[in-house]
């Protein structure tokens, strides 16, 4: 079966500071894969998509950047964290020819102070 | 579209009552709908979903509703319990798009006992 990691589930950094969040995905080849963030009280919104290695597409304009080393790993990170940047992210993938079924990992809680 | 901007309206039910839950999307290209339900401080769980060739999809006390002449989707959970308590997003699949997954407003749910 499929499962989705991500971690780590919270996150207190100083503003400035480098920040990289990973997921990965296990059981399956070929994912799309998703950062999505959540401010307090609100909707997600799209942050990247990727649609395979090396492949990455940005939703909005932010201090944030993606990568995908791997086939199964998708990785969120920053060279300097902005107070701003606090959220919960989530990582997503489904399956890749069809984009149904997505899946959500747990969500890293990120704390910029 | 996205309105990650705004704080999520709610709705307040009594337990064992029906609750209906609305959602309006924007791109009327869009193919394929999903619900979600978020419980705090988790990602969102997959409730149900609809393809646009459907008006209307049962599950184990859900029911989804889609009129695609206003672009609405409706969610009515049947006898709502204390566990029922939690955000509801409406998502759409842009398949013209690469297949995103780009989610509504999403409203919280509460259930009074």
């Known amino acids: 079966s499929q499962t989705i990691h991500q971690w780590p589930a919270t996150l207190v950094q100083p503003v400035g500071s480098p920040l990289s969040l990973e997921c990965t995905v296990e059981g399956t080849s070929n994912p799309n894969l998703y950062w999505y963030r959540q401010a307090a009280g609100r909707g997600l919104q799209l942050l990247f998509y990727s649609v395979g290695i090396g492949q990455i597409s940005s939703e909005v304009p932010q201090n944030l950047s993606a990568s995908r080393p791997q086939d199964r790993q998708f990785i969120l990170s920053s060279k300097k964290l902005l107070l701003s940047d606090s959220g919960f992210y989530l990582c997503a993938w489904s399956a890749g020819s069809a984009g149904y079924g997505y899946t959500f990992g747990s969500g890293t809680r990120l704390t910029v102070v | 579209g996205e309105n990650v901007g705004l704080h999520l309206p709610t709705l307040s039910v009594q337990e064992g009552d029906n609750s209906i839950i609305n959602c309006a999307y924007s791109n009327s290209a869009s193919d394929y709908f999903i619900w979600y339900k978020q419980e705090s401080g988790k990602g969102p769980q997959f409730i149900i979903d609809i393809r646009s060739n459907m008006d209307k999809r049962q599950g184990q006390r859900v029911t989804v509703l889609l009129n695609k002449t206003v672009k609405h989707l409706s969610l009515q959970i049947a006898a709502t319990q204390p566990g029922d308590s939690a955000v509801y997003f409406c998502?759409?699949?842009?398949?013209?798009?690469?297949?995103?997954?780009?989610f509504g407003q999403g409203t919280e749910l509460s259930v009074k006992p």
């Open positions: 998502a759409e699949i842009l398949y013209n798009q690469g297949g995103k997954l780009i």
